[in-house]
C-alpha cells in the first residue's frame, strides 16, 4: 500500500504542474510594447494604458540612465513610453513603464519638488501618488516635443500632474504625466493669482479623465516594440522616474 501510494503523489504532482503550466501558457510570453495606440504590458503589471482623445506622437523602448547612484555611468534603466499630443502649446501625455536591473527597486514614491495636491488616485483598482507641479523646459526629456520657448526666447513653463505606483516587488514603476501650457501670470502653485482659483481643480480634473487604464487584452497579435524617438534621453533622470536603491546583501557567515 505504502508503494502505490508513493507511486501516486508524483503523477498529481505532475498534473498539478502541466495544469498552471498550461493556465500561464494561455498568456504567452511576456509582452511589452504598442497594441494601436495604447502601451501593454502581460504582465509586472498586466495593463494596458493610453491617453484620451489625444492623438500618438511617438512611442517606443528607450534606454535612461539614473546618475544619482552608485552605478559607475548612472543606473541602466529599461524604459517602454508612449507620448500623446499634437505638439505646439497643446497639451502633452506621457505613459511610461521604467524597470530598474537586479538587485535594485524603486524607492517609496516621493513628490516633485515644490509640488501641491499630493494623494491618491485610482486607476484600474490600483492607487497612484499623484502630484501636480511646474516643468521648466530647459532640463525636460520631453521638451523636444513641444513649444520650450515664448518668441521673446523665455523659456515656456508647463503645468503637470503626475501619477506614479510600484509593481512586481518594487522593480517595475509605471508614470502617467499630463500637460498643459502654464497660464500666464501663474509663477507659483503656492499662491495662485487672483482669478485662478479654480485653475488646479480643473487641470487635475482633465489629468484624471486624460488616461484610460485596463488590464492587457487577451490577444496580442501585433504589438509593435519599436525605439522611441525625440526624447533627450539625457534628461530623463530622477525628475521624472524617482530614486532606486540597490538591496542590502547580508554576509551571515
Known amino acids: ?5 508513493f507511486r501516486r503523489f508524483p503523477l498529481a504532482l505532475v498534473l498539478v504542474v502541466a495544469l498552471v503550466a498550461a ?15 495604447a502601451y501593454v504590458s502581460t504582465a509586472r503589471p498586466d495593463i494596458a494604458i493610453e491617453a484620451r482623445n489625444m492623438p500618438l506622437m511617438t512611442a517606443g523602448r528607450g534606454m535612461a540612465s539614473l546618475i544619482w547612484s552608485d552605478m559607475l555611468g548612472g543606473l541602466p534603466i529599461q524604459m517602454w513610453l508612449a507620448v500623446y499630443g499634437e505638439g505646439g502649446l497643446a497639451p502633452l501625455a506621457v505613459v511610461a513603464q521604467a524597470a530598474v536591473p537586479q538587485g535594485w527597486y524603486w524607492d517609496s514614491i516621493t513628490s516633485h519638488p515644490q509640488s501641491v495636491d499630493e494623494t491618491v488616485e485610482t486607476f484600474g483598482g490600483v492607487g497612484y501618488q499623484a502630484c501636480t507641479f511646474i516643468v521648466d523646459p530647459a532640463r525636460d526629456p520631453f521638451s523636444g516635443l513641444v513649444t520650450a520657448v515664448h518668441p521673446d ?10 501619477f506614479a505606483a510600484r509593481f512586481n516587488f518594487n522593480d517595475d ?5 499630463y ?12 499662491a ?3 482669478g485662478h482659483s479654480e485653475l488646479l481643480a480643473g487641470f487635475e480634473q482633465r489629468a484624471r479623465d486624460a488616461f484610460a487604464v485596463s488590464v492587457a487584452p487577451q490577444e496580442l497579435a501585433g504589438v509593435k516594440t519599436g525605439f522611441i524617438q525625440g526624447i533627450r534621453w539625457q534628461y530623463m533622470g530622477q525628475n ?14
Open 23 to 37: 493556465v500561464a501558457g494561455c498568456r504567452g510570453a511576456l509582452q511589452r510594447g504598442m497594441l494601436g495606440t
Open 179 to 190: 500637460r498643459e501650457p502654464l497660464p500666464e501670470g501663474v509663477e507659483s502653485l503656492a
Open 1 to 5: 500500500m505504502k508503494y502505490t501510494r
Open 240 to 253: 521624472f522616474l524617482g530614486t532606486a536603491s540597490r538591496y542590502d546583501i547580508y554576509n551571515f557567515d
Open 153 to 162: 526666447g523665455s523659456p515656456q513653463l508647463w503645468l503637470a500632474r503626475s
Open 192 to 194: 495662485l493669482p487672483f
Open 173 to 177: 514603476k509605471i508614470i502617467m504625466e
